[in-house]
């Protein structure tokens, strides 16, 4: 029986397509894709300056899984950068979080369980999602 993938939990998609390296002379042919959780992984750590630890619980994988991610976007980058290869953003088994917001007390949050939904401060109904 075929083992279905979790999907990972990514705040947010990167809001652009990917990267082209300028100045090349040659037709650049060669790209290289980055998924949206490899994507997460580098921002989470590299750019947000999570641990590890952090990271991967903020990406619901465990750890082993989280550095296996973070190992092979790494790789990626540096291949893309040395190379002058494009780099596009594509795909992955990822979840985007969800923000709600409470109409009582004006806070935002996210749901651990969808089917529970109210404001986890005043327990309020009157929640909205955020788009
Ligand atoms: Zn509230």
Redesign the pocket.
Known sequence: MARTKKNRLIQMAPNFNGFKPQGLHHKCSSQVLINFEEYEALKLCDYELYTQAEAATLMNVSRPTFTRIYESVRRKVAKAFIEGSQIVFDGGNVDVVRWYR?S????SFTLTDELNQH?P????KS?TLNS
């Open positions: 409470c009582e007390c004006d806070i404001c401060l005043c327990k309020s929640i």
